[in-house]
């Protein structure tokens, strides 16, 4: 488990042979996890909330940055809280095939919030909802302005970006979504899976190292 700040904490996976995602949580007014990663890979996260003197039963809300397995599956430990993906994401999953609901969690557990680009208010915390397609056409990112902190999910990581070649994926908004980055004041990169990325600097020039390496070849 790593701060990041005031009340924002990371459970990176550094395993490099299990495919899991990064989880991160707020511990604020009301308690929220983003992507809690796959239902059996959730242990690791169980164990630094309990070091914290938290546990599952304290979560008020799950925010899912995009409903691929390895980071939506997790909910299946989260039945009877507030579930919230992009609405774009739910008819995404609803016409790619129906047994892939069944894959991701959404046959056992009902999502109760739909979201769209513009501010969520959550116990007294602000996000910005960012609807950034691409890598799956209802991926978002969260932007917390108080806090210089982004949550980008698979959109973009350090030195890399999501996969664009899986179903619903595409190319061109994926680069649209990217660029768009550049408009936040971010001190915090927040990434899906891999590093972290602090200072303002460095994020702009992962940035612009992306759109260097992967652009011409999108």
């Not at 299990?18 to 990663?37: E, L, S």
């Not at 108080?146 to 908004?173: A, H, M, S």
């Amino acid at each position: 488990m790593i701060k990041i700040k005031d009340n924002i904490y990371a459970f990176i996976w550094d395993n490099p042979t299990i495919n899991n995602c990064n989880t991160y949580f707020i511990d604020g007014r009301k308690k929220i996890i983003i992507d809690p990663g796959h239902y059996h890979l959730f242990g690791h996260v169980k164990e630094g909330l309990k070091d914290m003197g938290r546990s599952i039963d304290d979560i008020d809300m799950v925010i899912i940055t995009h409903a691929h397995p390895d980071h939506m599956e997790g909910i299946k430990h989260f039945k009877d809280k507030l579930i919230s993906i992009h609405r774009d994401e739910i008819k995404f999953l609803t016409d790619i095939n129906p047994q892939y609901r069944n894959l991701v969690g959404l046959d056992e557990v009902y999502v109760p919030i739909l979201l769209q680009e513009g501010e969520l208010f959550v116990g007294g915390d602000n996000f910005t909802i960012v609807h950034t397609p691409g890598h799956t056409p209802g991926s978002i990112c969260i932007y917390m302005k108080d806090y210089g902190v982004l949550f980008t999910g698979d959109l973009i990581f350090y030195r890399g970006i999501g996969r664009t070649d899986l179903p619903g994926g595409d190319p061109e908004l994926l680069k649209k979504s990217i660029n768009r980055l550049s408009e936040l004041e971010v001190e915090y990169h927040l990434p899906g899976h891999g590093d972290i990325i602090s200072g303002r600097y460095n994020i702009l020039n992962n940035l612009n190292e992306v759109r260097s390496l992967w652009f011409p070849y999108l």
